[in-house]
Every structure is written in structure tokens, then in C-alpha cells.
């Protein structure tokens, strides 16, 4: 029923900037909007959420340098991500899941995109 499509995923020099985008196909009312990313090796973590009312969490690695928000009328859901790092490298998927009260766990998150790859050199 709801997919979660993202894109702006690439490769970009260490410092450069990038805008991942997540398009909702079906409106998730007061729902919890989010991204993880996963590194080549490495489990899957979350950077970022955002709930139905606004309210941003962000993980300490990307405070400061990483920015969500939503266009609801395109129901779109962006990941802005300034001077990026290595580190920065991997699959970067977003995800949802209904409710007013944002979850930081994975397993929690009803529904997931296929991923976008995003490529940091040195």
C-alpha cells in the first residue's frame, strides 16, 4: 500500500553536499519519517527522523551537518547532507512507520525504500 521510493544518492568529493529525496506514494497520517544508512560490512544505523508535527532527531555523527524535512505536498521527505566524509559512504534508505511518537529502532519502521547509494572520497 505505501512505497518509498528514494533518489539524489551519488558520488561527491569529501566536504561536498548532497539532497537524498523519498517519495511517498500513500500519505501516512502523523506518521514518523526516516533514514538509515549502511555501510559495505557494517549494520544498518539510523541518521535521521523526523515526526508528523516536525520535531527532528539526528544522530551525533551527522548533528550539525545533516538536515530532514517534508514537502507534504509533494509528498516528498528530503535528507540534506552537508560536508560530507568518508565516512558518510553507503546505502542510504528511508523509511516510516505510523504513529505519533518517533522511533529510533529499526525493527520498529513498517515500511522501507530500495536504497540510494551515496559515494564520499577522500
Known amino acids: 500500500q505505501v512505497q518509498l521510493v528514494e533518489s539524489g544518492g551519488g558520488s561527491v568529493q569529501a566536504g561536498g553536499s548532497l539532497r537524498l529525496s523519498c517519495l511517498v506514494s500513500?500519505?501516512?497520517?502523523?506518521?514518523?519519517m526516516a533514514w538509515f544508512r549502511q555501510a559495505p560490512g557494517k549494520a544498518r544505523e539510523g541518521v535521521a527522523s523526523?515526526?508528523?508535527?516536525?520535531?527532528?532527531i539526528y544522530a551525533d555523527s551527522v548533528q550539525g551537518r545533516f538536515t530532514i524535512s517534508q514537502d507534504t505536498a509533494k509528498n516528498t521527505v528530503y535528507l540534506q547532507m552537508n560536508s560530507l566524509s568518508p565516512e558518510d559512504t553507503g546505502m542510504y534508505y528511508c523509511?516510516?512507520?505510523?504513529?505519533?511518537?518517533?522511533?529510533?529502532?529499526?525493527?520498529?519502521?513498517?515500511?522501507w525504500g530500495q536504497g540510494t547509494q551515496v559515494i564520499v572520497s577522500s
Open positions: 523526523r515526526n508528523w508535527i516536525g520535531t527532528a
Open positions: 500513500n500519505h501516512i497520517d502523523k506518521s514518523c
Open positions: 523509511a516510516a512507520h505510523s504513529g505519533k511518537i518517533c522511533s529510533r529502532v529499526e525493527i520498529d519502521f513498517e515500511y
